[in-house]
């Protein structure tokens, strides 16, 4: 029988790559051969251990994945050879959430590469109604960031973004930049606090505005706008001083958008809110319209997403790759290359 590689979560920081035998499709499933998967800021918090409760002992993460079809179920429109992306959810769609259309926080939800077997593997067996395709003029590794473009294009969509906000994005990583790519593409005014000197000239180069780490975010709003304060602002960095005064950059009847994930609770300044009557909000997934309006986002061409890509490693690297993403210095986006 052929033997495919997989990565294995043993806890305590390790990854594993094993041989194993080829998985196969249940009723309703496609066979996939992965290409690429990226490497995301919630398997970071898995590699560190923040997610044990939910990563299943032996598990394969991967929720980025780009992929192409081996077989899928006749009545589909997945032929062999088709290139695919992957919602990585899993949903009752009976539950109050569910019924209200937020699937992608369904009570029972199960994130494919989280709570469920995902793609960091050669061959993966998924639900075909979880597929979409990947239009021909996208090259893999663009395709590759489909699924974070699509959390920011739900971020960006659900704080009502629109042409001429002053969009002020705290936080520059792979999330935070495409955050401020989407929203400058429709046609806001943007800028991007981040303090990694690498991930600055980066953003510059994508034709971002920055605030660089020996500038006040707080003084620059203040400047930019004439004391107003931004319409919208994005807590995107995970950091405790970001989230100290995300609320104090906003104007009045403005937008807070909680995007990173705070693992532990953060001292936040709840006067502005009540002052200047602030929508404060959070965004986690996305809708199955976000990954539609991503891929055709992306294939416009107005998304350069692939220039995110900072390395590319082999499966077998898994582990080091997340030490050299978690060390922070000249990284952006690190892709897992399956067909190396
Ligand atoms: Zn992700
Ligand atoms: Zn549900």
Redesign the pocket.
Same mark, same amino acid.
């Given at each position: 029988m052929a033997t495919v590689r997989a990565s294995v979560y043993r806890r305590n920081r390790t990854f594993e790559t094993i041989t194993k035998a080829m998985p196969a499709p249940a009723p309703g499933e496609a066979l996939l051969r992965v290409r690429r998967v990226g490497i995301c800021g919630s398997d970071l918090h898995i590699f560190q251990g923040h997610l044990d409760h939910r990563v299943p002992i032996d598990g394969t993460i991967g929720h980025e994945v780009l992929a192409e079809v081996v077989s899928a179920p006749a009545d589909s429109t997945f032929a062999p050879g088709a290139r695919v992306v992957v919602e990585p959810i899993r949903? %009752?769609?009976? =539950? !109050?959430? %569910?019924?209200m259309g937020a699937?992608y926080l =369904? !009570?029972?939800?199960a994130v494919l590469g989280v709570d469920a077997t995902g793609g960091m593997q050669d061959y993966w067996t998924v639900p075909v109604d979880r597929l979409l395709h990947v239009p021909d003029t996208l090259a893999d590794d663009d395709a590759a960031l489909i699924e974070p473009l699509a959390v920011a294009v739900h971020d960006v969509g659900r704080a009502r973004v629109g042409a001429g906000d002053r969009v002020l994005v705290f936080g520059g990583g792979p999330i935070g930049c495409l955050i401020g790519l989407v929203a400058k593409a429709k046609g806001a005014d943007v800028k991007v606090a981040e303090i990694n000197p690498y991930r600055v000239d980066l953003l510059q180069q994508l034709g971002l505005s920055t605030i660089g780490p020996d500038a006040d975010p707080v003084e620059v709003a203040r400047e930019w706008t004439a004391g107003d304060g931004v319409d919208i602002a994005f807590e995107v960095s995970g950091s405790p001083d970001a989230a100290r005064v995300v609320t104090d950059v906003v104007r009045v009847w403005g937008t807070v958008a909680v995007i990173a994930i705070h693992a532990e609770p953060v001292p936040v300044n709840l006067y502005p809110v009540f002052a200047r009557e602030l929508t404060l909000q959070g965004s986690r997934l996305y809708t199955r319209a976000a990954w539609e309006e991503a891929i055709a986002l992306m294939a416009s061409g107005s998304i350069p997403a692939s220039r995110l890509v900072s390395r590319k490693i082999r499966l077998e690297e898994l582990q080091q790759g997340m030490e050299a993403a978690l060390g922070g210095g000249l990284v952006m986006k690190v892709l897992v290359d399956l067909t190396l």
């Open positions: 949903f %009752c769609g009976t =539950c !109050r959430n %569910c019924r699937t =369904c !009570r029972d939800l």
